[in-house]
C-alpha cells in the first residue's frame, strides 16, 4: 500500500520547471466601498459586453450533452469570409492563450545535448509567455522593452541564435500598450532564419488607431514563417467563452492541427463567436467608445502633467517603479482595481465613464501627494 501524506503520495514531485515557474496573477476584483460603485479595471475587460445578437445565442437551446465540433467549421467559415483567408489556414483555440499553447507545443520543447530550444518575446509582455513557454519545455529569451514601452526589435533579431524556434511579437504590447509599425516589423521579419516561426499577438488589434500599425493578416500572406494570434476575449466581449484563433500557412497548421487540443472551443461559444462576427458593425461601435474613453483618459493624464506610453489597448501604463504597489492600494480604497505589477508599474483597462473619471481623479490627487512606501 501506498504511504501518503496530506499533500499526497510521498515522492510525487512536479517536473523541475514547475517550481521555477512565474505565478500568473489574474486581475483582482475591488472591494466595496460605502457609498462608492466599485469598478474592475484590472483584467483588460470589455465593461460593454457582447453585442445583443450573442446574448440571444446564449439565450437559445444548447445541446450540453454533445461534443461540439472539434474542427469549428462554422467558426472558421465565419473568420475566413471576414478576413478574406481560407478556412485550412486557421486553428481555434481556447482563447489565444489556448492557441499559442498549441503554437509553443508544435514548436518548441525539444532539448537536444542538454540546450533546450528558445522562444524570445519583449518584456516586460504578456505575463502569461514565460509560464506557456516552460512548461512547453522551452527557454525564455525576454528582451527589455525600450524606455517608450515599445519592442526592441534590434535586440531581439541580435537575440537570434541556431536554437531559436519561435519569436513572440505582442502588438499593441500588453502591459505598456505601444503597438508595431508596419515597415519596422517587416525589416525585422527578413532579418530572420525562415525556420523561426513569428508570431504576431493581436490581442487587441482592434483598439489600434496607429495609422502605420502592423497589420499580422498582411504578413502572414506574405511570410510563410508568421502566424497571427487574435481572440473573441476583448473587442468582442467574450472573455468567459474562451475563444482565439491562430492564422498561419498549411506548412504550420498541419502540425498545429496535430498539437491542437479537441474541443477546445465549445458549440455555445463558437455559436457566440458566429453571431458577433456576423453584427461586426455594433462591434465597431462599442470598441469606438472605448476608444474614445481612452482618448479623453490619455488627454487627462497628459494635462495632469503624467508621462505615458502610446497606448493602443483597452488599457493604459503607468510607469510608477517603487510607488506601485502604493498607488494600487490607494485606487483600492476608491473602490478601483487596477493591476499593479511588482515595482515596475500600474496597468489600467478602459472601463465604465465612472470608473474612468474617478481613476482620473486619483491620478490628480496622486500628482500632488504621492505616498510613497
Known sequence: MTETNSTGPTGVQPRPVVGRLPKYAAGKPPVEIPGLESFKLSSNENPLGPVPAVLEVLRGEVELHRYPDSSCTLLRNALAKFLDVPAEDIVTGAGSLGALNQILAAFSGQNIDGVPDEVIYAWRSFEAYPI??????????????LADGSH????????????????LLCTPNNPTGPALRSQE???????????????????????????????????YRKYPNVMVLRTFSKAHGLAGLRVGYSLSQPDITQYLRAA??????????????????????????????LVDERTRVVAGLKD???????????????????NTQDFAAVALEHALSVRP????????????????????????AYTKEPRRS
Open 132 to 145: 506557456c513557454v516552460g512548461l512547453a519545455g522551452a527557454s525564455s529569451v525576454q528582451i527589455p522593452v
Open 152 to 167: 526592441d526589435l534590434q535586440a531581439m533579431a541580435d537575440a537570434v541564435t541556431e536554437h531559436t524556434k519561435v519569436i
Open 185 to 219: 516589423t517587416e525589416d525585422f521579419i527578413r532579418r530572420i532564419p525562415t525556420n523561426v516561426v513569428i508570431v504576431i499577438d493581436e490581442a487587441y488589434q482592434e483598439f489600434v488607431r496607429a495609422q502605420d500599425a502592423v497589420d499580422g493578416v498582411e504578413l
Open 260 to 289: 491542437s487540443t479537441p474541443f477546445a472551443v465549445s458549440g455555445i461559444a463558437e455559436q457566440a463567436a458566429v453571431a458577433s462576427l456576423e453584427n461586426y458593425s455594433q462591434v465597431v461601435e462599442r470598441v469606438q467608445s
Open 304 to 322: 495632469l502633467g503624467w508621462e505615458i506610453p502610446d497606448a493602443q489597448g483597452n488599457f493604459i501604463w503607468l510607469d510608477l517603479g517603487p
Open 341 to 364: 505589477f511588482g515595482d515596475e508599474g500600474v496597468r489600467v483597462t478602459i472601463g465604465e465613464v465612472e470608473a474612468n473619471t474617478r481613476f482620473l481623479e486619483i491620478c490628480a
